[in-house]
Structure formats: structure tokens, C-alpha cells
């Protein structure tokens, strides 16, 4: 009989707990006439931008009315399956400068990359484009860009790449940028202070390797960790924290088969290649993440949330010690690909959905 | 009815065979990265393969063997061919045709691993190639040319 009550008890504070997570918020639909949204900037007045795949850079006022939609004119920009505009994200000094960074699949479809470009942001328009990263080699076919970025406090930038897909085995060969991150000078040069700088041989941008298709980094200020995740093949996703010049694995050590069912290795880990912190199988195709360190849910402090396309929703990590304890996955009764999430500068979290008619979701608590 | 029987197993030998190549394949490709691999992970990749992506081989060997199959005995009636030359010559033709149309259609730029090389292409060519022989050679009435 305790042990019923015991079970019962139980099993109530669980109901009552993963109630209370599901009324915490509320979802409001700012925006809801999006063209394949990828990535999402917060300027400093509260107005967001937003940009579309297809090449286009939205400016939307705080509540997500639109004010302008322009073309990115960048240079050689290539627009098709996974390739087109990318990620958006704005220099440090911005308020001063108007100067952001873009993203994007570059070249054509028998040979391109990812590529990165400055400009300059005034009235809904870019100006003063400037290449800055070409990775390389080109590649043929149009899919794994990564594309991601994350600024760190010395002025430096994250860039996210992705293996191309048909050139997995490249992730480990530190003499291109294919399956790599790079980090880079905000004016495109390679700090000296690189891990790879002093290596014969080796792609002095590299940051770390070992990658599949990263669209999702983040760094965190409070603890200075710097967490990705990738898009594993079917099966293992995985969430990596980042630390410069380890091998992550890719393809030798991975949870993951090939979408015909077929071993891409023998191995889940290897010496030498660092292990993912979380791994995600069956895939839930994480594109886009932020680590929350916003005013508006004090409970979700320091917790990563991680934007999910194959899964159509959003997960919440809880970490402790750079171990996940505990995942709870939000948003799925919308059953909607989500593409992109950011924590707004008003604490709030925000979402983009993927598809031809994207929208730009508010999460906000409930009271 | 034996007929039936010998396509299925032709089906299935292209399949078995396409299997075992995409393992040789990318398991010497993680060699190459990672140092030499156990003979157990040898065999469980080649048994891991032969049940997950055989099956899926198949499904994919089936329509352009019957179809490579039917084709070919038409041509060989009209036309001077060697039934089994004309057999593994349409079958070869018929996979490389389909693998293009599959990578042309599917999300992704190389559906299978092994088509991701010229090598390992012409493996899988192979395969329906041998598959389309053994299916002839079983079934000529011992007129083979």
C-alpha cells in the first residue's frame, strides 16, 4: 500500500511538473509569411532580421511587422536545395558601425562552397559587401553548408561548415575546410593564436574538425564554453562542446548509419576524437540553437535550446558539469519544422519555422 | 515459376554483391583514417550491411534488372547479340541510368556510398551486370552464344 501511494505520488508531481513546463509559455506568431527563414539578428532598437534562403534580408519591427525586404547582393551567391542565404549576425561594435556578417552557399552547382561576406546595414539595405572566407575546396551538388556563427569576446568569428556530403572522409583531412569549423578575423584573416597555425600542412583557420553539417553554435559568456551540434547521418546527431583543435570524430567515430541503412563506421567513439556530450538517435535534424541567459524564464537558466527540423520541435537541455541531466521537448503539438531559435534581447525566445511560408514565433511566459 | 525463382535470386545476388563492395569499400576508407580495423568489425560491418542495406539494394536492383532483363532478350531477338554480353550490357547500362535518376531525385547529391566514386560505380554496374548473366545462364534453353 505505501509503495502505491509512494508510485502514485510519483507519477502526480510528474504530471503536475511537466504541466507546469507546458503552461510556461505562451506562443505568440509575429510573423507568418516567411520564405525559407534561416537565420534571425537582434538590433540594438529592438528590430529584428531575418534572413530567407532564397536571398532576401527582411527587416521586421519588434512585434514582426515587416518594414523592408531587399535582396543580399553578395558576391556569386548560389540558391539551390540547402544552398542560398544563410546565417545573419552582427559585428560587436555594430551601433557604431552598421556592420553585420552573412553566410552563404556560394559558386554553382558543380562547384561551390561556403562563403562569408561583411556589409553594412542602413535603412533595410546592405551596402559595402565585402568577401571575407571562401572555404574550400568547392564541391559538387547542393547540400552541407553548416553556415552557423558565433562571435567570441576577442573579436573573432565562428564559422560553421558542413562536409558536402559526398566527401565525408575530408572532415578528417585538416588540409581543407570541408567538415570543419574556422575561426576567423572580423575582417576574414586567421588569428594567430589558430590551433592549427603552426602545423605543416594544415588549414590554418581551422578551429576544430571532424564534423558532418554543423548548423547550430553558440557561446556562452557566463562559462566561457562554446557548444555546437551537428546533423548526424540517420541516427546520431550530436551535441558537441567545443574546445580548439580536437577532432570530432566524423565519419570514423559516429552513432550514426547512412540513409540507406548502410555502416558509415565501425565505430561510436575512437581515441583521440572527443565524444558527443548528447546524441540524438532516432535524427532529430538540429538546425539552430541558443544557450538561454535571458530574464524571462529563470528556471530555463543556462539551459540550451535546440531548434529541430526532422523532429518538428524544440528541445530543452539541462546541463550540469557539461553532462545533459535532463531533455524535454517543446512545441511538438505545432508538428512544424523549426528552423532557427534565439534568445531576444527582451529574454524572450524566438523561432523560426522552415517552409515556404516560415513564420517567426515568440515565446513568452504565460503570465 | 523457375524463372520467377531465378529473378529473385539474381535480384538477390546483385544485391548481396553490391552490399559487399559498398562494406569493402568504406571500411577501407576508414582504415585509411583511422588505422586497421579488427577482422570482427570486418564481419559485423559486412553482416550489419547484408541486413540493413541489401534489402534496400534490392528494392532498387529489382525494377532495372526486369526491366534490363526484358529489354535485353527483346534486343538479343532482333539484333546479332550475345544473350549473355547484350544481358550484362543492358543491366549495366540500366543501373548507371537509374543511379543517375535516383541522385538527380533524391534530397541529398549521392544516394548510395559506393556511387560516389567512379571505382565503386562501376562495382555496382558490376553487380547487375553478373546478376543479369546469372539469371540468363540459368534459363537459356543451353542454346548460350
Not at chain 1, 529584428?48 to 543580399?72: D, F, H, N, P, W
Not at chain 1, 561551390?112 to 564541391?139: I, W
Not at chain 1, 518538428?312 to 532557427?340: P, S
Not at chain 2, 554496374?125 to 543451353?142: D, N, Q, S, V, W
Amino acid at each position: 500500500m505505501t509503495r502505491f501511494i509512494a508510485l502514485w505520488c510519483m507519477g502526480f508531481s510528474l504530471l503536475l511538473s511537466a504541466g507546469a513546463t507546458a503552461n510556461a509559455f505562451k506562443v505568440d506568431a509575429l510573423t507568418t509569411d516567411l520564405e525559407n527563414p534561416w537565420g534571425m539578428a537582434f538590433l540594438p532598437d529592438g528590430r529584428i532580421l531575418v534572413t530567407e534562403k532564397s536571398g532576401y534580408l527582411l527587416t521586421l519591427s519588434a512585434e514582426g511587422k515587416r518594414q523592408s525586404r531587399s535582396l543580399a547582393k553578395l558576391p556569386n551567391i548560389f540558391t539551390a536545395s540547402q544552398g542560398g542565404l544563410l546565417d545573419i549576425a552582427l559585428a560587436p561594435d555594430f551601433a557604431q558601425s552598421n556592420q553585420l556578417f552573412l553566410s552563404y552557399a556560394c559558386g554553382d552547382i558543380n562547384a561551390n562552397s561556403t562563403c562569408l561576406a561583411s556589409a553594412t546595414f542602413n535603412n533595410g539595405e546592405l551596402n559595402d559587401v565585402q568577401s571575407l572566407f571562401h572555404a574550400k575546396p568547392d564541391r559538387r551538388g547542393a547540400a552541407h553548408y553548416g553556415g552557423r556563427m558565433a562571435l567570441l569576446p576577442d573579436n573573432t568569428l565562428l564559422l560553421t561548415l558542413g562536409d558536402g556530403f559526398d566527401y565525408r572522409e575530408q572532415a578528417q583531412n585538416k588540409a581543407n575546410h570541408l567538415g570543419k569549423i574556422v575561426r576567423l578575423t572580423l575582417t576574414g584573416g586567421v588569428p594567430t593564436d589558430n590551433p592549427l597555425v603552426n602545423e605543416a600542412g594544415a588549414a590554418a583557420e581551422i578551429f576544430t574538425y571532424g564534423h558532418r553539417n554543423v548548423q547550430g553554435i553558440v557561446y556562452d559568456a557566463v562559462s566561457g564554453n562554446i557548444y555546437s551540434h551537428e546533423h548526424g547521418p540517420k541516427g546520431g546527431d550530436e551535441l558537441n562542446l567545443l574546445q580548439a583543435g580536437n577532432n570530432y570524430g566524423w565519419p570514423v567515430a559516429t552513432f550514426g548509419i547512412d540513409y540507406t541503412g548502410a555502416r558509415v563506421s565501425p565505430f561510436t567513439t575512437f581515441a583521440g576524437m572527443q565524444a558527443p556530450l548528447h546524441v540524438w538517435t532516432p535524427s532529430i535534424a538540429p538546425a539552430g540553437m541558443t544557450l538561454y541567459r535571458g530574464e524571462l524564464f529563470p528556471e530555463w537558466q543556462g539551459n540550451i535550446f535546440v531548434s529541430a527540423l526532422a523532429g518538428k520541435a524544440l528541445h530543452r537541455l539541462a546541463l550540469k558539469d557539461n553532462q545533459v541531466i535532463k531533455e524535454e521537448v517543446l512545441l511538438q503539438e505545432r508538428d512544424t519544422r523549426i528552423r532557427d531559435v534565439r534568445t531576444g534581447p527582451d529574454g524572450a525566445i524566438y523561432l523560426l519555422t522552415d517552409g515556404a511560408r516560415g513564420q517567426l514565433l515568440r515565446l513568452t511566459p504565460h503570465s | 515459376m523457375k524463372k520467377l525463382l531465378l529473378f529473385l535470386l539474381a535480384v538477390i545476388l546483385a544485391a548481396s554483391l553490391g552490399s559487399l563492395m559498398q562494406s569493402l569499400f568504406n571500411l577501407m576508407a576508414i582504415s585509411q583514417l583511422a588505422g586497421p580495423i579488427s577482422m570482427a568489425d570486418w564481419l559485423a560491418t559486412i553482416l550489419h550491411d547484408l541486413m540493413h542495406f541489401m534489402p534496400v539494394l534490392a528494392a532498387i536492383f529489382f525494377p532495372i534488372l526486369l526491366v534490363s532483363l526484358v529489354v535485353s532478350g527483346e534486343l538479343s531477338r532482333w539484333l546479332r547479340l550475345s544473350r549473355l554480353a547484350g544481358s550484362f550490357a543492358i543491366a549495366a547500362l540500366g543501373t548507371w541510368i537509374a543511379l543517375m535518376l535516383i541522385n538527380a531525385f533524391a534530397p541529398m547529391p549521392t544516394l548510395i556510398a559506393l556511387n560516389r566514386s567512379v571505382v565503386g560505380t562501376v562495382l555496382l554496374l558490376c553487380c547487375c551486370g553478373i546478376a543479369a548473366i546469372f539469371y540468363r545462364f540459368f534459363t537459356a534453353e543451353r542454346r548460350l552464344s
